[in-house]
């Protein structure tokens, strides 16, 4: 099933907003209806495929056959960009001009490599496809010559599983609910669940370097990842066959994170544990964002540490995001505080222990247990929130996020400097925002912060939304935080990844990307500045 072309996810799981938060948008941010719908699918005009006849047959043996190659309209449409807010109001009102000139759908690393070749041989560049989620502009690349969009959808197998230790390798194309399956039928699960978990595949976790909301108990997908293979134009790279090694750098790190500038990861061996037998989430409130984050760090640095732990801000818990599912069905709560919840799984005696342990930290802290029905809430709706997104887009509302992370001792000011920095420039082009923010991975030494920013569209919505995103980036570099924490670099973050990797460390990137890539055919501009 392909994801909606000009939303997110499962078109059958669009819902529209209660009329009491359309009311409150009104009322608090002065947001509109809509006075034009989007528009639709087959009212795209689209430019025939750049693609010559010689090109055509070298990707058609490539790949073996007609059915593996498409240049239709449709395919190319639901293959152009990702599904960030600008992405998603670009393509409503019928912008194509990052349109692949086909798309292509290799079955085997092989193919992949194929495919690679013929692109070299015909002047294509290319980009990786997974699940067309990059939220960064991660998909819509900067090329000087025609590209195909590279999806991996037909590489979808698990190709081994070691239960002895407990490693399964997985092509890269597997949608994650489907590789947790897999995996759920030999006792073993990934744990790991972002946002994007029911669209993502695990090539696009790896070249992104994913971190799900179990990664306080799990880790990032960068943790669980002991191996994978890397096609490139000049050959084909195999990285890890120990858990750890002292025999030189570790190039496993070099290819995570890459986004597909350095080549296309075909698999990856991870690391599987055993499916928890007890999942228990329950809710915790504090008075404050200050206090919440203090408990949570003591459980980082001291423990224990529970599998999911996270806190919502103020803002955003009166608003109730941390339980999507529920805005708008009970009213806003009164003297909301801020919202923690916190996970456990694991067998039970595990999970009790863990969790009674925990609970008296958060005392300490001055939390006040809530139950289980909050964190249950949190369980069911949390991968709703895009959802959410597109329901705010449909009433005339702008809804965006972005994430940084930082160590403890900077994240007060850097949460401060980018809720100023993005308050103050949509204020300043006449659309107020809420800004909301939650700490949604920790660490022994700092964690992470994911803004959530709500405001009216306004005039020019991409224009005030590039003005606010620049002035967040810079707040973020200026307080000591990286530029991104797991959304990626893409296109939209590169000025800022630049400064922060510094001239001698994109030097080397570009040494490695010109050994791997010679003619710049993957992602143009994506990570790093194209030549």
């Not at 692949?100 to 013929?118: I, K, M």
């Not at 790190?253 to 597909?260: K, P, W």
């Not at 423990?303 to 806003?332: C, F, H, K, N, Y």
Request: with cysteine.
């Amino acid at each position: 099933m392909d994801m909606l072309w000009s939303g997110w996810g499962d078109p059958a799981r669009a819902t529209p907003l209660p009329d009491s938060v359309i009311g409150l948008l009104r009322d608090l941010l002065g947001v509109k209806p809509r006075s034009t719908e989007p528009i639709a699918l087959e009212e795209i005009a689209v430019p025939e495929p750049l693609l010559d006849p010689a090109a055509r047959r070298a990707l058609l043996t490539a790949v073996g056959g007609e059915e593996h190659l498409r240049t239709d309209a449709e395919s190319r449409i639901r293959h152009t960009r990702g599904k960030s807010t600008p992405d998603l109001l670009r393509i409503r009102d019928g912008d194509v001009s990052d349109l692949p000139a086909a798309v292509v759908l290799p079955g085997s690393h092989d193919e992949v490599v194929a495919v690679l070749t013929a692109c070299a041989t015909h002047d294509l560049a290319l980009v990786p496809f997974g699940g067309g989620t990059s939220v960064v502009g991660g998909l819509a690349p900067e090329p000087r010559r025609p590209f195909v969009a590279l999806d991996l959808r037909r590489m979808n197998a698990l190709l081994d599983l070691d239960p002895v230790s407990r490693t399964a390798t997985l092509q890269s194309g597997l949608l994650a609910p489907h590789a947790e399956a897999l995996l759920a039928d030999h006792g073993f699960t990934l744990g790991h669940f972002p946002q994007s978990y029911e669209w993502a595949t695990i090539g696009g976790f790896a070249a992104a370097r994913s971190s799900g909301q179990a990664s306080a108990g799990y880790g990032r997908f960068d943790d669980m990842v002991l191996g994978l293979t890397l096609a490139t134009p000049s050959g084909t790279l195999d990285a890890g066959r120990a858990p750890r090694s002292a025999a030189g750098p570790d190039l496993r790190q070099l290819i995570l994170g890459s986004e597909g500038a350095f080549g296309v990861i075909t698999s990856v061996t991870v690391r599987v544990r055993p499916v928890p037998r007890t999942r228990v989430y329950e809710g915790w409130r504090f008075d404050s964002f200050e206090a919440g984050a203090a408990a949570l760090r003591h459980l980082a640095q001291d423990g224990p540490r529970p599998t999911v732990l996270r806190l919502s801000d103020e803002t955003e818990s009166l608003i109730g995001l941390a339980q999507p599912d529920a805005i708008g069905t009970s009213g806003l709560p009164q003297n909301a505080g801020c919202l923690a919840i916190t996970g456990y799984e694991g067998t039970e005696e595990d999970t009790t222990h863990r969790r009674k342990r925990a609970a008296a930290v958060l005392r300490d802290g001055g939390g006040t247990c809530l139950g289980r029905e909050p964190g249950e809430r949190w369980a069911h709706g949390r991968y709703s929130a895009p959802y959410l997104r597109d329901a705010l887009l449909d009433a005339g509302a702008f809804a965006e996020t972005l994430e940084t992370a930082a160590f403890w001792s900077r994240l007060p000011g850097l949460y401060a400097a980018v809720r100023e920095a993005l308050a103050g420039t949509l204020t300043q082009y006449g659309t107020p925002p809420l800004v909301m923010c939650h700490i949604s991975h920790v660490y022994e030494n700092g964690a992470s912060l994911y803004f959530t920013v709500v405001s009216a569209q306004g005039e020019d919505a991409l224009a005030h939304w590039a003005h606010a995103k620049r002035a967040a980036n810079e707040a973020i570099l200026a307080a000591g935080g990286t530029i991104s924490h797991h959304h990626g670099v893409g296109t939209d973050h590169r000025e800022w990844y630049v400064r922060e990797a510094g001239p001698l460390g994109i030097g080397a990137l570009q040494a490695v990307k010109r050994r791997l890539d010679p003619a710049g055919l993957l992602n143009p501009g994506v990570l790093l500045p194209a030549d």
